[in-house]
């Protein structure tokens, strides 16, 4: 069974920062490619980051770029997302989400964990 579970979510001050992780089981993780998403309320879910475990490429949307940082382990399948100088429209539930293959970004994901709630005050 494939599952995803986030962690590390909470409540932080503007400027602050927080890791994320993202931990996998149930599929082999080096041959998959690791998104993170999030979404606001009363908005659409954005795509953050990603990364490709076959050939280390990553990417990262314009909103997040020099102020987040994906990275992998594949030893301990999981994925976290460093995320430093933190906003208030940072705020939002951040996902994870992965998919057979490699190279990013990604069109579509196949499997989807549960969500952690980010909150940055101002």
């Known amino acids: 069974e494939v599952q995803l579970v986030e962690s590390g979510g909470g409540l932080v001050q503007a400027g602050g920062s927080l890791r994320l992780s993202c931990e996998a089981s149930?599929?082999?993780?080096?041959?998959?490619?690791t998104g993170w998403f999030r979404q606001a309320p009363g908005k659409e879910r954005e795509g953050v980051s990603c990364i490709s475990s076959i050939d280390g490429t990553t990417h990262y949307a314009d909103s997040v770029k020099g102020r987040f940082t994906i990275s992998s382990d594949n030893a301990k399948n999981t994925v976290y997302l460093q995320m430093n100088s933190l906003k208030p429209e940072d705020t939002a539930v951040y996902y994870c989400?992965?998919?057979w293959g490699w190279g990013c970004p990604q069109t579509e994901y196949d499997y989807w964990g549960q969500g952690t709630q980010v909150t940055v005050s101002s």
């Open positions: 149930g599929f082999p993780f080096d041959e998959y490619v």
């Open positions: 989400a992965v998919v």
